[in-house]
């Protein structure tokens, strides 16, 4: 019968108000080069990634740069011990590691990140820099928290990206944030370059390899 099997490919539903949202973001972010062209310069992309000490991935946000398909393959080990990291990432710099110790990210864990730890490092910058940082997070549920929100509209206001935000992140944004787009992905090649003995080897490699970004 000549048949062939077929793996079923899981994607995200788009709501109906989706599209015009993405528009409104796009337009706007062109727009804002146009009239600044240092405007990209002077957002603060940030995400949370996990990693494992057993080197698995996670798809979303890991990407293999090379010429050819490389038919990478990685064997999956339930329970691995891991860590939870965030990173800001500007034009000419990384905000980070931060690594969290708390198991579960809820709102009061990240109000705590931002202001017991972001915060404090971005007003190391230059004072011409910190005067124009645009913060931006994505739509994880305890970004938005109504605290979180309070706090990042005094210290930012008009001047954060985000769900609930001024500057509104498109909710199911099919781009990818740079940290998704390359930082990640890069990261996770350095590290898993050699074996990772435990949690402790793998903060370390992480730590190493965002150092790595500075030189590039």
Same mark, same amino acid.
Request: proline content about 6%; glycine content about 4%; charged content about 25%.
């Given at each position: 019968?000549?048949?062939?099997? &077929? +793996?079923?490919? /899981?994607?995200?539903?788009? +709501?109906?108000?989706?599209?015009?949202?993405?528009?409104?973001?796009?337009?706007?972010?062109?727009?804002?080069?146009?009239?600044?062209?240092?405007?990209? @310069?002077?957002?603060?992309?940030?995400?949370?990634?996990?990693? &494992?000490?057993? !080197?698995?991935?996670?798809?979303?946000?890991?990407?293999?740069?090379?010429? =050819?398909?490389?038919?990478?393959?990685?064997? $999956?080990?339930?329970? #691995?011990?891991?860590?939870?990291?965030?990173?800001? =990432?500007? $034009?000419?710099?990384?905000? !980070?590691? %931060?690594?969290?110790?708390? +198991?579960?990210?809820?709102?009061?864990? &990240?109000?705590?990140?931002?202001? @017991? $730890?972001?915060?404090? @490092?971005?007003?190391? %910058?230059?004072?011409?820099?910190? *005067?124009?940082?645009? %913060?931006?997070?994505? !739509?994880?549920?305890?970004?938005? *928290?109504? %605290?979180?929100?309070?706090? /990042?509209?005094?210290?930012?206001?008009?001047?954060?990206?985000?769900? *609930?935000?001024?500057?509104?992140?498109?909710?199911?944004?099919?781009?990818? #944030?740079?940290?998704?787009?390359? =930082?990640? !992905? $890069?990261?996770?090649?350095?590290? &898993?370059?050699?074996?990772?003995?435990?949690?402790?080897?793998?903060?370390?490699?992480?730590? #190493?390899?965002?150092?790595?970004?500075?030189?590039?």
């Amino acid at each position: 019968m000549r048949l062939h099997g &077929y +793996k079923i490919q /899981l994607k995200q539903e788009i +709501k109906p108000d989706d599209r015009p949202k993405r528009v409104e973001f796009a337009t706007f972010m062109l727009n804002a080069i146009d009239e600044d062209e240092t405007f990209l @310069q002077c957002i603060c992309f940030s995400d949370e990634a996990t990693f &494992y000490v057993n !080197g698995c991935v996670n798809r979303h946000n890991c990407r293999i740069w090379e010429t =050819l398909q490389p038919n990478e393959i990685h064997e $999956y080990v339930r329970n #691995s011990p891991k860590v939870k990291a965030w990173c800001g =990432l500007l $034009y000419d710099r990384v905000i !980070g590691p %931060f690594f969290f110790s708390e +198991k579960t990210i809820t709102g009061v864990v &990240y109000l705590h990140l931002l202001k @017991q $730890y972001v915060f404090p @490092q971005i007003e190391t %910058f230059e004072q011409k820099i910190v *005067s124009r940082v645009i %913060f931006m997070q994505d !739509g994880d549920p305890p970004h938005f *928290s109504c %605290f979180v929100t309070d706090v /990042l509209n005094e210290r930012f206001p008009d001047a954060w990206i985000g769900s *609930s935000g001024p500057i509104p992140w498109a909710t199911r944004i099919p781009d990818l #944030s740079p940290l998704d787009f390359f =930082l990640w !992905g $890069y990261i996770k090649h350095i590290v &898993y370059a050699e074996k990772v003995r435990n949690n402790q080897h793998l903060q370390d490699r992480i730590t #190493s390899a965002i150092e790595t970004v500075h030189q590039t």
